[in-house]
C-alpha cells in the first residue's frame, strides 16, 4: 500500500487555497498509486489559527470547505485533513466548544473523524485555549490494514525517552494495545536548532517499544514568529528510518506498506543540512520569505548600519526573496565611523541589493535645536542616543509607507535580551529576522556564510558574502564617538552563556555563578534581563529558533518586583508592619 | 465567628512586600478579635505571575516566604494565604508541575492545603499553562464550623445560572454534599465593565441554590493590563448581601459568621460606582496609578492634542498621580488649528498640571529635505501624515528618557481596532491607558467627568474639567489641512457598534449587516481591523475594562489571510489544481 506524505505550506485562514493544495497534492499521489494520503495537523486551516477559532463563521466556513473537499478529492485515495470540529456536548456536559481532529476523507465523504488527545500548554502553544482533549484513540482500515490515527503531541509522552510522564495517558500505548498496524501522526511541530535529531531519536525509540511502524508528516512553512520544518519521516518497526520529506520546503514523497511483513519499505531519505547554522540559516530564510509572503508583500526595506546584524538579515533576505526585493538603506551619523559605510555598501555590492544613503546629521541637529531649551545644561546620554535610532526608525517606516516595502528589524537576541536595543528605534519592523539568534550564533553563522554556507546566484564565485571586517571590528551601535558594545556588556561569549541558563534553563543566579561566572556580571545581566521587559512587549514577532523565544511563548509580567540575585538575602523578614499601604 | 476579609494589592512577584501587607492586615484583624482572615488567590506572589513561575528559584523563594509567614502571623488568627505548591506526583503520573492553593495558617504552620480545581484557559487567563487542576474539594474546621475553600474559577461553573456547563465537574456542588457551613472563595477576578453585577447575580444564585452562605475576596490593584477591582462580598445563605468592600482600592472588612444560625450576619455594605462610567473611570485611575507605582516610575508625560482623548487620560494620570507629577506636552505642526493649542492649555490649566510646547514645523521640513530625492514626484500621503507623528513620538520618548518619565499612550479602542494611528507614533509608551475604551465610551465618561464626575482637588469649583469645544468639535488627526476622522472612518457610533459586534460578540459580517449596518461598511470595517493586527502585536499594555481586550487575551495571527465578508461566496470552488505551490 503506498502512503503519500504530503508536507504542505498552508496559510493561516486562507481554506480555500489550502483546500486546492490539499486537493492538488492528492491528483498527484493518485496518479502515482497512492491509497492513502497524510496531510500536517490541521492542514485546512494552518497551524496555529489561533483565536481565529473563535469566530463561529470561521469555524463553519471550514466546515463546509472540509465537505467540498471530500466531495472533490479523487474518490479511490484516502485522505486525512486536518480541520477543527464542534464539540456538541460541550454545553451539556462541559469543556472547550472544539476539537483538533484528523478527518478521514474517502469515496467522496467524511468517513471518520479523530480527535487530537494530548494537547499542549506550554511555550507556544495554546490548545487548551480551543479544544477538548479526545478520550479514546482510534483507527481505521484501509486495504486490510489497521491504521491507528494520532495528532502531533499524541506522541510526545513516551516516559520511557522522557524519563517521565507528561500526560496521564499515552495515545501510543494504547493503539498498541488494540493491535494497529501503522500508526499515522499529523503533526504542527514548529522548528527549533536540532529538534528534528530529537524527534526521531524519540520516534525510533517509539517504533522499537510498541514495534509499530510510525509515519510522521509534519507542517512546513512560517507562520508569524513559529516557523514548521517540514522534515516528515517514517521509522519501520525496528526503528529504522525509511524516509524523510525535505527540511524547510514543501514535499510530497511516498512510502509503501508491506502487508505481508506489516511494516513500511525503504524509501527515499532526504538529507538533513549540513550543520546546525546551515539548518537555522535555512528556517530563518523559510520564515522571513512566509511572513513577507503571507502578508501579501514582495519588497522589503531594512537599514545597513555596516555592522554583522545588518549584514545577516540582509543576506538572510536576498536569499528569501531575491536581491531585487530587497532594499538596503544607509543612515549614517557624525558618529558613523568611514568603515560602517564602506562595509554596508561592499555588502549590498556582493549580494546584489539597492542601496539608498540618508544621512542624518541635519536630523539629530534639528532636535537637538527642538531640545535645546529643555535639555540646556544636561549631558549627551541615553536620551540623545536613541533619538539618533528613532530618527532611522522613523526614515525606514517612512520608505515602507511610501513604496510598500515591508521593515525587516535586524536586533539579535543577546541585545533583546538586555535591551540593548531603542523601542521605536532599530526596533522597528514587522518582523524581527535574527530576534532569537544569540550574537555568537550570528557571528558562527556569517562564517558559516562565507565558508561556501551561501552564495548569491548573481555572484556564485564570490569569496566571501559578508565582508571581513564586518566579522572583525568590535561590535558597535555608533551612537556617540568611540563606542563598543563592550563598553556597555560583558564580552559576547559570556553574556550569551549568562543567557542561554538564565533565559532558557530557568536556572538561579546562584547556579549561574557556580558554573563560573563572576558574580557582578551574572546579578548585572539579570537585572538587565528582567528590566527590558517593557521592550519586548513591542518588539515585533521575531522568529523563533530556540526552545525559549521572546515571541509567543514568553508571557512574562512588566510591572513586576522579581529581581533574583546571586546573594539573595534568604526570603523576607517581618519588621515592624505599618499600616496596610495601597 | 469574626472573618476578616483582606482586600489586598499585591505587586508580582514582590513576595517580602506581599508577606508584609498579610501580616499588617492580619496584625489588624486580630486586634479586631478576628478568628479568620481571608486574601485573595495567590496573594503571596500577586495574580497574575505568569511565566515567572517556570524559575524554580520563584517558586522555591514563595514556599519560603509561606513557611515564615506561618511563624510570623498572629497564632490565634487562621489565615487563608494564595500560593503555588509543587505537585511531586507530576514527573510520575504526569500532569503540570504545580498547583494554583490556598494555605491555611494557623498556630504557627501550615496547617492545610487546597487546590484550585477550575482552571480557566479563555481570554487572559492561561492557568493550565502552569497548574495542575486539584481533584477534590476539601474543607476545614474552625471554632465547630465547618469551612469549604475554593479559589476563583471554581464558583464559575454554576449550570443553572449559565445555562451551560463550563467544566465537567463543579466543586460548589461538591462542598454542598459534604455540607459544609460556610464556603470561602479566594479570587484574583480581573475587572470588566458590569462585571460585579454579574458576579453578585452569580453569587446570590449559589447560595440559594445550596443553601450555602459564601464569602468571595478578591484581589484589587492593577497589574500590566489588567485591573482587579477588589468588591469582594458576602452572601447569606438566602442570597442577600451581607457585606461588600470597597471598589478600586485596599479595604480589610470583618464579616461574623452566627454558629447558631449558620449564616452570615448583616455587614458593612460598601456602595458601588454610581454608573457605569463612574466604574470605568475609577478602574482606569487605579490602573495608570498601578502600573506607574509598580514599574518604579513617579511621573508621566503624554502629548496634548487638543482633542478628547489625551484630554481623558491627561485627567486620568491627574487624578491618579496628582498634577504635579504629570508633565502635557503640545507639539503642534502647520496642520494643527488654533483651537487645538488653546483647547490643551485651558485643560492643563483645569488640571494644574505643567506643560512644553515643542512645535514639529522645523522638523518635519527637515525629514522633507531628507526625503526630498527619494520621494520626489510622490503626492502627500500616508508616509508623511505618519513622520509627523513618528516626531511626536520621538519627542516623546526623548523627553521620558531624559527626566525618567514613563510615557503615556492615549489612543482609544476604535482606532486600535481599525489602525487608525502610527506605529512607532502615537501608539509609542509603556502603557496605553484608554486602549480598551471605544470612542463612544471616551465622549460619556468625558460627559460625565464634566457633569461632576471628578474634580482636581486644585480646582474643586471648576464648572467643567474638558474643555467644552473638545466635546464639540470634530474629531481630528490634523495630520493635513482640513482633516477630520470622519473622512476615512464611519461615525464614532456606527463603528463602535460595528467593533462591539464582531470583536466582542463575535458576529459573522452578514449578522451585523443583518443587524442594520451598511454592507460597504460592515466589510470595510472588519478588513480594516484584521489589517491592522500588526500594529496591535507591538501595542504597549493597554488597561482591559470590556470582555474582548486587545491584550493578553487578544492573540490573533497576524500572517493570516482569512477575511470574512458579508458577501463571502460559499467556501472553495475546486479549479484546475496546479501543481503543488510553495
Redesign the interface.
Known amino acids: 500500500m503506498k502512503i503519500a506524505i504530503?508536507q504542505?505550506?498552508p496559510?493561516?485562514?486562507?481554506?480555500?487555497?489550502n483546500?486546492?493544495?490539499i486537493?492538488?497534492?492528492a491528483?498527484?499521489a493518485v496518479a502515482q498509486g497512492s491509497r492513502l494520503m497524510l496531510t500536517p495537523e490541521l492542514s485546512l486551516c494552518?497551524y496555529?489559527?489561533?483565536?481565529?477559532l473563535?469566530?463561529?463563521?470561521?469555524v463553519a466556513?471550514m466546515a463546509?470547505?472540509l465537505m467540498?473537499?471530500a466531495q472533490?478529492l479523487p474518490p479511490q485515495l484516502a485522505v486525512l485533513v486536518g480541520t477543527v470540529v464542534v464539540n456538541d456536548r460541550?454545553?451539556?456536559?462541559?469543556?472547550k466548544p472544539l476539537f483538533n481532529s484528523t478527518a478521514l476523507l474517502h469515496n467522496g465523504e467524511i468517513q471518520q473523524l479523530f480527535h487530537k488527545r494530548l494537547l499542549p500548554?506550554?511555550d507556544v502553544f495554546?490548545d487548551?485555549?480551543y479544544f477538548e482533549p479526545g478520550l479514546e484513540s482510534h483507527s481505521f482500515w484501509l486495504d486490510g490494514v489497521k491504521i491507528g490515527v494520532t495528532i502531533c503531541e499524541d506522541l510526545w509522552?513516551d516516559e520511557n525517552f522522557w524519563g517521565?510522564?507528561?500526560?496521564?495517558?499515552d495515545p501510543l500505548a494504547e493503539l498498541a494495545e488494540q493491535s494497529v498496524d501503522l500508526i499515522v501522526n499529523l503533526s504542527g511541530s514548529p522548528y527549533t536548532a536540532n529538534k528534528q535529531e530529537l524527534r526521531e531519536a524519540m520516534l525510533r525509540q517509539a517504533t522499537q517499544t510498541y514495534g509499530q511502524p510510525i509515519v510522521y508528516v509534519n507542517q512546513v512553512g512560517?507562520?508569524?514568529d513559529l516557523i514548521f520544518d517540514g522534515n516528515s519521516v517514517g521509522f519501520d518497526r525496528q526503528g529504522q528510518l525509511v524516509c524523510r520529506a525535505q527540511a524547510f520546503?514543501?514535499d510530497?514523497i511516498y512510502v509503501d506498506f508491506e502487508p505481508a511483513q506489516r511494516d513500511l519499505q525503504l524509501g527515499s531519505i532526504a538529507p538533513q543540512p549540513e550543520s546546525t547554522e546551515a539548518e537555522i540559516w535555512q528556517a530563518l530564510v523559510l520564515g522571513l520569505r512566509?511572513?513577507v509572503r503571507?502578508?501579501g508583500f514582495s519588497k522589503v526595506v531594512l537599514g545597513l548600519s555596516g555592522g554583522i546584524d545588518s549584514a545577516l538579515v540582509a543576506t538572510i533576505a536576498t536569499a528569501a526573496i531575491g536581491p531585487e526585493q530587497v532594499l538596503g538603506v544607509l543612515m549614517p551619523s557624525p558618529y558613523s565611523s568611514d568603515h560602517s559605510v564602506a562595509d554596508a555598501l561592499e555588502l549590498a555590492k556582493n549580494l546584489g541589493i539597492q542601496t539608498?544613503s540618508?544621512p542624518?546629521g541635519?536630523?539629530m541637529s534639528?532636535?537637538d535645536?527642538?531640545?535645546a531649551e529643555?535639555?540646556a545644561g544636561?549631558d549627551f546620554?541615553?536620551?540623545?542616543e536613541?533619538?539618533q535610532s528613532?530618527?532611522r526608525?522613523?526614515?525606514l517606516?517612512?520608505?515602507s509607507?511610501?513604496f510598500g516595502h515591508l521593515l525587516i528589524s535586524t536586533g539579535n537576541k543577546s541585545e533583546m535580551a538586555v535591551g540593548y536595543c531603542t523601542?521605536?528605534g532599530d526596533m522597528?519592523g514587522?518582523l524581527a529576522a535574527i530576534a532569537d539568534v544569540p550574537k555568537t550564533r550570528v557571528y558562527s553563522i556569517c562564517r558559516w556564510l562565507n565558508a561556501g554556507g551561501w552564495r548569491p546566484a548573481s555572484n556564485p564565485d564570490l569569496p566571501e558574502v559578508i565582508p571581513a571586517n564586518v566579522l572583525t571590528k568590535a561590535p558597535s551601535a555608533e551612537l556617540k564617538p568611540g563606542q563598543v558594545d563592550q563598553d556597555s556588556l560583558p564580552p559576547y561569549e559570556v553574556l550569551d552563556d549568562i543567557l542561554c541558563q538564565f533565559i532558557t534553563q530557568?536556572k538561579?543566579?546562584a547556579e549561574i555563578v557556580a558554573s563560573g561566572h563572576e558574580v557582578n556580571t551574572v546579578d548585572r545581566v539579570i537585572k538587565l534581563v528582567t528590566r527590558a521587559e517593557?521592550k519586548r512587549?513591542?518588539?515585533?514577532?521575531g522568529l523563533k529558533i530556540t526552545d525559549r523565544a521572546f515571541g509567543?511563548g514568553?508571557?512574562?509580567?512588566?510591572?513586576?518586583?522579581?529581581l533574583?540575585t546571586s546573594t539573595?538575602s534568604?526570603?523576607?523578614?517581618?519588621?515592624q508592619?505599618?499600616?496596610?499601604?495601597?
Not at 496559510?11 to 487555497?17: P, Q, R, S, V
Not at 473563535?54 to 470561521?58: G, I, K, N, V
Not at 508592619?577 to 495601597?582: E, R, Y
Request: glycine share 6%; aromatic share 10%; net charge positive.
Open positions: 504530503a504542505l505550506n496559510t493561516i485562514g486562507y481554506l480555500a487555497h483546500a486546492q493544495q486537493l492538488a497534492a491528483q498527484q494552518g496555529p489559527p489561533r483565536d481565529l473563535m469566530q463561529p463563521a470561521f466556513e463546509a470547505t467540498q473537499l472533490d460541550s454545553t451539556r456536559i462541559g469543556g500548554t506550554y495554546d487548551n485555549r509522552n517521565k510522564r507528561n500526560y496521564r495517558v512560517g507562520n508569524d520546503d514543501t510530497l512566509d511572513y503571507k502578508c539608498q540618508l542624518i541635519n536630523l534639528t532636535y535645536h527642538t531640545f529643555l535639555f544636561s546620554g541615553l536620551a540623545e536613541n533619538i528613532r530618527i526608525g522613523n526614515l517606516m517612512a520608505i509607507n511610501k523601542l521605536y522597528n514587522g530557568h538561579a543566579p517593557f512587549k513591542q518588539a515585533p514577532p509567543t514568553w508571557r512574562m509580567p512588566i510591572a513586576s518586583q522579581w533574583p539573595q534568604s526570603h523576607y523578614q517581618a519588621t508592619p505599618s499600616a496596610l499601604t495601597t
